[in-house]
């Protein structure tokens, strides 16, 4: 048990899927794996650990942003052994090409500045994916069909963000989309030494404005929980 997480050593797998929202958790558990259990509901941060193929994985929310994320991170790699971790979430396209319900799998991920920032201090870090599973999340959405996206994303910590020339910005220099917390999961996975990836569906689009009607997200969110699943065990 930690101060963020209730779950007893042992409670929590090797491998850890991360939404934001923890009744998209919730969802995914009961949606995906066989058996759930939950095994933290600390400040209504609700983390379950199942069976997927004979595979065990948990699937634990993050909570907003990148502070929040950084807590959760942490612990879980710290106090129970987490070895690769998997950012599944809603993200807002930014290139013209990204659209509606297409998946983005960030190869790296810019910030303005995250809680790790206080630790590089001067240096300019750029955080990115672990190779092995970019490659495994892509062949597995390329098996499925899903329309796929791989570069680099932007993780920010404002979410009603006003500045058009930071957007104008990132676009220019390829940006694929907008989201609030791999930066950070990439650089504490990188400090400890283990596996992270983000794989992220487009909701909306910042340039266009549109936005995926609520009937059909769960649908296209599962095609991003399965691609980690399998780009988790290949």
């Known amino acids: 048990m930690t101060i963020h997480i209730g779950a007893k050593p042992g409670d929590i797998a090797?491998?850890?899927l991360?939404?934001?929202?923890?009744y998209r958790a919730?969802?995914?558990a009961e949606t995906f794996l066989e058996n759930p259990v939950c095994i933290n509901e600390v400040r209504g941060m609700l983390g379950f650990t199942g069976m997927w193929k004979g595979n065990r994985v948990t699937i634990h929310g993050s909570g907003m942003g990148m502070p929040s994320l950084s807590i959760y991170a942490n612990e879980l790699i710290r106090d129970y052994g987490?070895?690769?971790l998997i950012r599944i979430g809603s993200a807002g396209g930014m290139a013209d090409h990204v659209g509606i319900r297409d998946v983005v799998i960030a190869m790296t991920a810019s910030t303005l500045g995250s809680p790790s920032r206080s630790i590089l201090r001067e240096l300019n870090y750029a955080p990115c994916a672990d190779w092995s599973l970019l490659r495994a999340a892509v062949a597995a959405a390329e098996g499925r069909g899903v329309t796929t996206h791989v570069g680099g994303i932007y993780s920010s910590d404002t979410f009603y963000d006003e500045r058009a020339d930071l957007s104008e910005?990132?676009?220019?220099?390829?940006?694929?989309?907008v989201e609030m917390e791999a930066a950070e999961l990439y650089t504490v996975a990188a400090r400890h030494g283990r596996r992270a990836l983000a794989i992220l569906t487009i909701s909306d689009h910042l340039g266009t404005g549109q936005a995926l009607p609520p009937e059909d997200r769960e649908r296209s969110f599962g095609d991003m929980v399965e691609i980690a699943?399998?780009?988790?065990?290949?």
């Open 14 to 16: 090797e491998t850890v």
């Open 18 to 22: 991360m939404p934001g929202d923890p």
């Open 26 to 28: 919730r969802w995914a």
């Open 82 to 84: 987490a070895q690769t």
């Open 169 to 177: 910005q990132l676009v220019r220099h390829g940006v694929l989309a």
């Open 229 to 234: 699943l399998e780009a988790a065990f290949t």
